[in-house]
């Protein structure tokens, strides 16, 4: 070999040693795939909510520190609706908490990326629904995993039982949070039913909760035995641990009010409201919405009607036909007995619902017999529980929002001014995502939701 050909072997291996070489790391090799899981998969919204439920992300990758690890949303479907900035991750532990700020109404599917070290990725899919922006939505939560909200009992350490009117289940829920519920009970085996009740109203008693159907046909006037339903449920503990167990039923109080207003004359047309061909939301229908006792008694409770007004036109009375001894009923073997019954002037409106406090303070959810539950007028009115005494409207419930007003949780001290109450609207009709699907149809029960709202009392 030349010299001049070594010397060029010699510079060529003095560039090469000189060009830099990435380093990696002893322990590369040794980190894994990172690993990521939502706690759901679907997760709804509102415009301009500021409650909205949250979705616990959980990561991890062996080797190395959770706290190293990165999570965000890398990807967004329709960015109208989020944009992957509109999605916040807190917190460095495995444990994440992501929530969303809705953009727009509709679907968009929500990419979230953990990145890990080494740069290691791995991905989920979050599918993600915003409703629209609602009125007071500052003091607004949702409750989810049923759209059908349509009775409520304050459970104690800020939770409440809500029923549905689509099924027999009552659920828990953290009354000041947006979200799933904590529990749920079926009570389809125990009632021995095979369709809904129809909760429509409830009230508790000690550790008696009464729940009851809405004794009317069904929407295509069919007559379903199932909706005749009275009954109750017991509770132990309060809060995130109370529980429920089955107590009582009692089905024949809708033939009890037929038989007592045909021996009084037809007054109020019970059984042509109730015959079978009658839709229940008519003005001259035949439907129970409210539930509360009667004041200082455990023993006699209001039955409050939706349908039929007194008299059955425009400008109407609400109808209470108090039974006397209605805590004897479920579980029992005797028929209800009647009171004198109480028609109230709600500006002809009806009774969505009824609910009082411990010093007989009274609240009346006030609405349309009809069923366009999205624009006719809803309001709260207080009410002392005595006939002699007039009803005085404290609200105008805003209406132009999805969902129709019909439960009142508690009743808070109507002495004092500046009270506030929280009220449930029942969603099931509403086309939440602008796709032409009612709430009550959703295939995803994360996507179904009810809404609850703090309001003011003047």
């Given at each position: 070999?030349?010299?001049?050909?070594?010397?060029?072997?010699?510079?060529?291996?003095?560039?090469?040693?000189?060009?830099?070489?990435?380093?990696?790391?002893?322990?590369?090799?040794?980190?894994?795939?990172?690993?990521?899981?939502?706690?759901?998969?679907?997760?709804?919204?509102?415009?301009?909510?500021?409650?909205?439920?949250?979705?616990?992300?959980?990561?991890?990758?062996?080797?190395?520190?959770?706290?190293?690890?990165?999570?965000?949303?890398?990807?967004?479907?329709?960015?109208?609706?989020?944009?992957?900035?509109?999605?916040?991750?807190?917190?460095?532990?495995?444990?994440?908490?992501?929530?969303?700020?809705?953009?727009?109404v509709?679907?968009?599917?929500?990419?979230?990326?953990?990145?890990?070290?080494?740069?290691?990725?791995?991905?989920?899919?979050?599918?993600?629904?915003?409703?629209?922006?609602?009125?007071?939505?500052?003091?607004?939560?949702?409750?989810?995993?049923?759209?059908?909200?349509?009775?409520?009992?304050?459970?104690?350490?800020?939770?409440?039982?809500?029923?549905?009117?689509?099924?027999?289940?009552?659920?828990?829920?953290?009354?000041?949070?947006?979200?799933?519920?904590?529990?749920?009970?079926?009570f389809?085996?125990?009632?021995?039913?095979?369709?809904?009740?129809?909760?429509?109203?409830?009230?508790?008693?000690?550790?008696?909760?009464?729940?009851?159907?809405?004794?009317?046909?069904?929407?295509?006037?069919?007559?379903?035995?199932?909706?005749?339903?009275?009954?109750?449920?017991?509770?132990?503990?309060?809060?995130?641990?109370?529980?429920?167990?089955?107590?009582?039923?009692?089905?024949?109080?809708?033939?009890d009010?037929?038989?007592?207003?045909?021996?009084?004359?037809?007054?109020?047309?019970?059984?042509?409201?109730?015959?079978s061909g009658?839709?229940?939301?008519?003005?001259?229908?035949?439907?129970?919405?409210?539930?509360?006792?009667?004041?200082?008694?455990?023993?006699?409770?209001?039955?409050?009607?939706?349908?039929?007004?007194?008299?059955?036109?425009?400008?109407?009375?609400?109808?209470?036909?108090?039974?006397?001894?209605?805590?004897?009923?479920?579980?029992?073997?005797?028929?209800?007995?009647?009171?004198?019954?109480?028609?109230?002037?709600?500006?002809?409106?009806?009774?969505?619902?009824?609910r009082?406090?411990?010093?007989?303070?009274?609240?009346?959810?006030?609405?349309?017999?009809?069923?366009?539950?999205?624009?006719?007028?809803?309001?709260?009115?207080?009410?002392?529980?005595?006939?002699?005494?007039?009803?005085?409207?404290?609200?105008?419930?805003p209406?132009?929002?999805?969902?129709?007003?019909?439960?009142?949780?508690?009743?808070?001290?109507?002495?004092?001014?500046?009270?506030?109450?929280?009220?449930?609207?029942?969603?099931?009709?509403?086309d939440?995502y602008?796709?032409?699907?009612?709430?009550?149809?959703?295939?995803?029960?994360?996507?179904?939701?009810?809404?609850?709202t703090?309001?003011?009392?003047?």
């Amino acid at each position: 070999m030349s010299r001049h050909r070594s010397l060029a072997l010699a510079s060529a291996v003095l560039v090469l040693a000189a060009v830099p070489v990435a380093a990696v790391p002893a322990s590369a090799a040794s980190y894994g795939t990172p690993t990521i899981s939502l706690s759901a998969s679907y997760l709804s919204g509102a415009v301009g909510a500021t409650g909205d439920p949250t979705v616990t992300v959980t990561v991890a990758q062996s080797g190395a520190d959770v706290s190293a690890l990165t999570v965000a949303a890398s990807a967004t479907s329709r960015s109208a609706v989020a944009q992957t900035g509109d999605v916040t991750v807190t917190g460095t532990t495995g444990s994440r908490t992501l929530k969303v700020a809705a953009r727009g109404v509709g679907y968009t599917n929500l990419t979230i990326k953990v990145t890990g070290l080494g740069g290691k990725t791995a991905t989920k899919t979050l599918y993600y629904a915003a409703s629209p922006a609602v009125q007071y939505s500052a003091d607004a939560r949702y409750l989810t995993g049923s759209s059908d909200a349509s009775a409520a009992v304050d459970a104690g350490g800020g939770y409440i039982v809500v029923a549905d009117d689509e099924s027999n289940v009552l659920r828990l829920y953290d009354r000041n949070t947006s979200g799933a519920p904590v529990k749920t009970w079926d009570f389809t085996s125990s009632l021995g039913v095979s369709k809904e009740v129809d909760i429509e109203g409830a009230t508790r008693v000690g550790n008696t909760i009464y729940w009851t159907g809405s004794l009317g046909n069904n929407k295509d006037g069919e007559i379903k035995a199932d909706r005749n339903t009275v009954f109750t449920t017991t509770v132990s503990g309060s809060g995130a641990s109370t529980q429920l167990t089955y107590g009582g039923k009692y089905k024949s109080l809708r033939e009890d009010l037929i038989a007592w207003d045909k021996a009084n004359g037809n007054r109020y047309g019970f059984a042509a409201g109730a015959a079978s061909g009658e839709v229940p939301k008519q003005i001259d229908g035949f439907n129970v919405e409210g539930l509360e006792f009667a004041p200082g008694s455990t023993t006699t409770a209001f039955v409050g009607f939706r349908a039929p007004l007194v008299p059955p036109a425009n400008g109407g009375k609400a109808l209470i036909v108090p039974v006397t001894n209605f805590n004897q009923l479920p579980g029992g073997s005797v028929h209800a007995t009647f009171g004198t019954p109480i028609t109230l002037d709600l500006g002809g409106l009806s009774i969505r619902d009824i609910r009082k406090n411990a010093a007989d303070q009274y609240l009346i959810v006030a609405g349309s017999w009809a069923a366009d539950d999205n624009s006719d007028p809803y309001a709260l009115y207080r009410w002392t529980g005595l006939a002699a005494d007039a009803p005085v409207k404290v609200k105008d419930l805003p209406t132009t929002d999805a969902g129709g007003w019909e439960a009142v949780v508690d009743v808070p001290d109507l002495s004092v001014s500046g009270a506030r109450v929280q009220v449930i609207t029942d969603d099931g009709s509403a086309d939440l995502y602008n796709d032409g699907t009612e709430a009550k149809d959703l295939t995803h029960a994360e996507w179904k939701k009810s809404r609850s709202t703090w309001f003011t009392l003047g």
